[in-house]
């Protein structure tokens, strides 16, 4: 193969493909787009040829041709700040990587923002992407509002505005009541949660499972304070809980993040984990290994999430059928802080 004047090698074409095996330009084409009317044995010969020249079909120029964009996009309606020190958005964005590096889609991500959410809409129904991937949605969320009757559209998490919308989740009240009931079942009779933002479906749920666990047992509920899901949150829901003055031997906590921003204050107090308060988080992330004693929580397959969500995506955008709503089961992580 001839070198250009840059001394570099020309990127491998369809027309050297098509001289090695002895074809036409329009078969080799043919046969990189799938079309079955090319007879096997010469398919076979113009996939060698392929392979020998190591040609790499050009994605982006079959999109324009077709009219059909091949990418796909991630929304995070958060600020950058919570995106890259949140563990959860890292986890779903390698899921759904894993997924799509498997298929002929790109993945591209917005991080949203809500003061200008018409720059979302335009550049989603602009013909753009294929399809779009909804992460950490809040109530108040504008910028897909209604892009899912134009595009195929896949949430992680159930919308507070559910409707006919395709979503990804677990079963967060039922997860959140079993990690209760793991403190209950360790004795601990004054349990205080820091629950998550009520514009969100995981704060809302994980509050009520561990409220029906303190009532199915007739224990106090009252001892409620609320974060954003991040650390420093956490640990100001902390100090308000203690600044209250009143008993607490047990703690429920929304996510690891918040959980671990409650140990600073519990530390700094002198309080011991577990022997005074016995605590449980949500995620089973790096924060739960991060702090000492480890955290006992709920595993969060938010790996499994994003694969799950791509999966059923591609599945819409090529007209598959697929389920509106698939749950993913969640376990209890036992570790030192409860037991």
């Known amino acids: 193969m001839k070198q250009d004047q840059s001394g570099s090698r020309p990127a ?11 074809v036409s330009r329009a078969t080799v084409s043919r046969v990189v787009n799938d079309v079955p009317s090319v007879d096997e044995d010469i398919a076979a010969k113009v996939r060698q040829a392929i392979l020998a ?25 958060e600020s950058t700040s919570k995106v890259f020190a949140d563990p959860f958005f890292a986890s779903v964005v390698q899921g759904v ?31 753009n992407v294929a399809g779009a991937l909804v992460v950490s949605h809040h109530a108040g969320d504008r910028s897909w509002a209604h892009v899912s009757d134009h595009i195929p559209m896949v949430f992680a998490g159930r919308p507070l505005a559910e409707g006919g919308s395709y979503y990804v989740d677990v079963n967060n009240e039922a997860a959140a009541e079993g990690a209760t009931r793991l403190l209950i079942q360790g004795g601990r009779t004054h349990i205080a949660t ?34 954003d899901f991040t650390l420093s949150s956490g640990a100001k829901a902390m100090r308000r809980l203690l600044e209250r003055g009143k008993p607490l031997d ?12 409650a140990y600073t204050v519990l530390h700094e107090r002198g309080i011991r984990i577990p022997d005074d ?58 570790r030192d802080s409860a037991s």
Request: glycine share 8%; proline share 7%.
């Open 97 to 127: 990587a894993l997924y799509l590096a498997d298929t002929d889609y790109t993945l591209n991500m917005v991080i949203a923002s809500e003061a200008k959410p018409e720059k979302t809409r335009a550049f989603l129904l602009g013909g």
């Open 277 to 334: 308060v016995a605590v449980v988080g949500f995620d089973d992330d790096s924060f739960a290994t991060s702090v000492n004693p480890q955290l006992t929580t709920v595993h969060h397959p938010i790996i499994d999430m994003g694969k799950k969500m791509a999966e059923i995506l591609v599945d819409l955008i090529e007209g598959k059928p697929t389920d509106r709503v698939t749950q993913i089961p969640t376990s209890l992580v036992i």
């Open 12 to 22: 491998p074409t369809l027309e050297m493909v098509a001289a090695l095996a002895g």
């Open 53 to 77: 020249v190591n040609y790499t079909p050009n994605r982006a120029a079959r999109s324009l041709a077709s009219r059909k964009p091949n990418s796909v996009t991630l929304i995070v309606p």
């Open 250 to 261: 047990g703690l429920f906590v929304a996510n690891d993040q918040m959980a671990a921003g």
């Open 194 to 227: 820091i629950a998550g933002p009520q514009d969100m479906p995981p704060g809302v749920d994980r509050i009520n499972g561990w409220r029906n666990a303190l009532e199915a047992s007739g224990l106090d509920d009252s001892l409620v304070e609320y974060g």
